[in-house]
């Protein structure tokens, strides 16, 4: 039990910065307070959260599937034609890298913390909110065309078996549109074990394309005429690009065939939308995403060097094939079964390329509904987007995605597909932009990871090109979104004279949109980009590892049981479908401790404070004989705070007198007010006379919440140590031992509990709630989650309306350069301010040149001006209790007061109807009273779990 100290001036009570050993991390649990942070859903909110389903089987395969479709068994046709064999295979192999690249870049983040609403919110947490709103609905153009598009390729294959003479195309529309609607609808596991067997469909066709091409390579078809690579030779291994010609000409036709090859890829990323929905994502994504860089390798490269080696670029077969629309005809693999002479298989091939583009429909409204659900929690959609239904599915934004699948029958028109296609030539660049932003956002993010403290060895999947290979990736990315249209420049037969400008603004009108959104919401935000050491790396993550402790315990339980997969399973269909079984008893406890936890906001592997907050003493002000004394002793033990008390006066009416100016009748300062105001000197006298460096003074009308010392401190603590690098303007070595809350040259007084910080001016007249602030990116400040926070809904309407206002995100607070603080319930102070407040900033004598009517005004007036460097921490961490103050003797300032109350005075007084502000264990108490007082056994069960296991 903590101990609670008398004081006189000869002790000499002094706290280490830092004495708890254990490294228990805060665990929520079924009373623990949660809301949703930057876009991770409350578990037990099930009106916004999405479900975890998808297993590590699903995960791959959707990813396969998003890659693998048309680009690869038709698209490839087009670019051997117009650049030859060895064109392609570069180009592919290139663009592979590019996308592995991307891929691991995108692990990195997402394995740290997972969270729904794709790569949109690492955007808006590492680097700007206005590129993730832009990135969000980039995203979401993309799908809510390219899904009906698929759609309508679809019916058009169908036409093989059905020409549209006999059935309207749009009646195949219409049945496909119902029946991914309809899988969409059903739930995460449902779709992901439907989109698992399609995926599985067409990687066995592929796997049987390749095998086929290399018989035929090899002299296996019916003519037995082993090509080998004769075609590389004659007519040759790339086909210069006209009307340019020698080395020029080929590095154009090399070029040209890049962009292909990028379109081919896109959707590769698709594994970043899934994350939301992710069992054990920690473990799946990295899996999925190694897996998926070795099988699409292997698909795409070993299928383009194949069929370059089968079919010549000037083959007449493909050139009649190139001409074709989205059926059997147009692939080039058909192409390569008719040079061999052996019977065409249209109708199997054209069966195949059904599935694929009804997959590729399917996980395009899946990904265009997770998109917008996620902007919708980013507070970048209407809200009602975000809410999701008992099986996890987001219905009003997949119903919204779901509206814009009737642009499929717009094809149904031959005049439209013209339209149509340049209006999918628009947004195709976003898949590009996609990567782009994606790259941009990791090296934010680690660039951000290493200003914080966190080493790589925390990070369960490290991307192997690190910094320098995202910026090499990015490059090539740029560089390529600005050339893909490259073609509109040359003057061929058929085209808009020398320059196609048609193709040329449907080509490029992407990237001034996506600019403008970004510039837009900046604009109107008037955000900023973010600074590394303000990036917010760790709200949600405590969750996310409580998960991911629950998911190992899961599976370690399903091996004991002998539930799991066969070692014959895994070792042969699993490795195509699962991947490569994982070592699971070597897989790293989330809750082990590490020695690199100075970095802002995580709740996991941060030590406890230890009895004084890190601070050399605590101290009460606590009148004479107040019934608030020994509650608060009771409630310091239950949280393990050593608590100094000072002994204070019966100030009497001389006192009084001899503290206001001479001329009393005169004085603005009322007579409780100057006793609150003698109580706080008395304090810091005592602080003065002892040996602490630091001091936290707090009222004993105050309330804090249980996980004090072990949560919410801990946090706050490595705010302060990362806004003091912030403003020095580089990482000074504090220690998180020896240096909690940092250098102590840093600041001057922390407040950490107060009305609020209004940020300007206060207008007594407009009300709690109704303020004007200025922009909070103007000052020093450091945002940071923390898991002890309520939804926004539950906070005082003041403190919401305060961080609504300054666009903070949900389950976050705030550390930042005071500018118009209220109120000093609880605030930590170092010996020359103690000494300053004293002299000449809240002197033992009323100041009339100064017309300061309170001790806290006084205070305010110095952290305003610039005597003292004050942070505000928001929201509180001590909480004003309801009830009138009996430090300030309310009785006596009631008789003299002839003024409105201010409405600070006003929330205080209201405060008892938000006691959802926090779980509060109820110690101040205006009633004077212990919430648990009388009953020893759950006294003793929160001292043992508070003080014992640091929970």
Known sequence: MANVHDWSSSDNEKGSPHDGERKTPYTSGPDAEWSNPGGLSDPRDQSHSLHRGLSSRQISMIAIGGAIGTGLIIGTGSALANAGPAAIF????????????????????????????????????????????????????????????????????????????????????????????????????????????????????????????????????????????????????????????????????????????????????????????????????????????????????????????????????????????????????????????????????NACILIFVFSASNSDLYIASRTIHGLALKGHAPRFLAKTDKRGVPFYSLGLSACFCGLAYMNVATDSKVVFAYFYNLVSIFGLLTWISILVSHIYFIKARRAQGVDEKDLRYK?????????????????????????????????????????????????????????????????????????????????????????????????????????????????????????????????????????????????????????????????????????????????????????????????????????????????????????????????????????LIIEDDVDWDIRLRTTQVPLAQQAARSLGALRTGKRPPYDPVEQPWGSDQDWDLLYLGHCGDYLNDVLWGVGVGHHHPSDLAKLDHVLYGDPTMPHRTDLHPFTASFLTSLVVSEQTRVLHHSVWPLCTFGYAITRRTAERLLKDIAPPHEDPARHITAYDAAILTACRDGQLYCYTLTPEVFHHMEGESLIAGEEEKAKERKIVRPPVDAAGLEQVKYRKETSNIGCGFASGEFYWEGDEGKLQYLQDEVVGQGK
């Open 463 to 695: 991307s192997p090109f690190g910094l320098w290979g995202s910026y090499c990736a990015l490059a090539f990315c740029v560089l390529i979104a600005l050339t893909k249209n490259f073609t509109v420049f040359i003057h061929k037969p058929k085209t808009y004279g020398n320059f196609d400008y048609k193709n040329f603004i449907t080509g490029y009108l992407g990237i001034p949109l996506y600019l403008i959104m970004i510039a837009g919401y900046k604009i109107l935000k008037q955000t900023k980009e973010i600074h590394p050491l303000q990036a917010d790396l760790w709200t949600g993550k405590d969750v996310i590892d409580a998960d991911e402790k629950m998911w190992l315990q899961k599976e370690a339980d399903l091996i004991t049981s002998g539930k799991g997969h066969s070692k014959l399973y895994e070792k042969t269909i699993g490795l195509i479908f699962y991947g490569i079984p994982s070592v699971r008893t070597t897989l790293r406890d989330p809750y082990e401790h590490n020695d690199h936890s100075d970095a802002v906001g995580t709740s996991v592997a941060l030590p406890p404070s230890n009895g004084t907050l890190g601070f050399g003493a605590i101290y009460a002000v606590s009148a004479p004989g107040s019934t608030r004394k020994g509650r608060l002793a009771q409630a310091a033990a239950v949280t393990g705070l050593e608590l100094t008390i000072p002994d204070l006066p019966t100030w009497t009416d001389k006192d009084v007198d001899d503290f206001r100016w001479h001329n009393k009748s005169e004085s603005l300062v009322l007579v409780g007010t100057a006793k609150a105001w003698l109580s706080h000197h008395v304090v810091l006298r005592a602080f003065l006379e002892s040996d602490a460096q630091t001091a």
């Open 90 to 349: 570069i180009s592919y192999s290139l663009v592979g890298v590019l996308v592995y690249a991307v891929m691991c870049a995108l692990g990195e983040m997402a394995t740290w913390i997972p969270l729904p609403g794709g790569f949109a919110v690492y955007a808006d947490r590492f680097v700007d909110p206005a590129l993730g709103f832009s990135l969000g609905y980039t995203y979401w153009f993309k799908y809510i065309v390219t899904t009906p598009n698929q759609l309508t390729a679809s019916a058009l294959v169908i036409q093989y078996w059905l020409p549209a003479s006999k059935v309207n195309p749009g009646v195949f529309i219409t049945i496909f549109l119902v029946v991914i609607i309809a899988i969409n609808y059903l739930g995460i596991r449902f779709f992901g074990e439907f989109e698992f067997w399609l995926s599985s469909i067409k990687v066995c066709v592929i796997i049987g394309l390749i095998i086929l091409s290399l018989v035929l390579a090899l002299g296996g078809g019916p003519n037995h005429d082993r090509t080998g690579f004769r075609y590389w030779k004659s007519p040759g291994a790339i086909k210069e690009y006209t009307p340019a010609t020698g080395d020029w000409g080929r590095f154009l036709a090399v070029w040209s065939s890049m962009v292909t090859a990028v379109f081919a890829f896109l959707g590769t990323e698709l594994i970043g939308v899934t994350v939301g929905e992710a069992e054990n994502p920690r473990k799946n994504i990295p899996r999925a995403i190694k897996l998926t860089f070795w099988r699409i390798l292997v698909f795409y490269i070993l299928s383009v060097l194949l069929l370059g080696m089968i079919v010549p670029y000037n083959s007449k077969e493909l050139a009649f094939a190139t001409t074709k629309s989205n059926s059997a005809a147009a692939s080039p693999f058909v192409t390569a079964i008719v040079i061999a002479g052996i019977p065409t298989l249209p109708g199997f091939l």
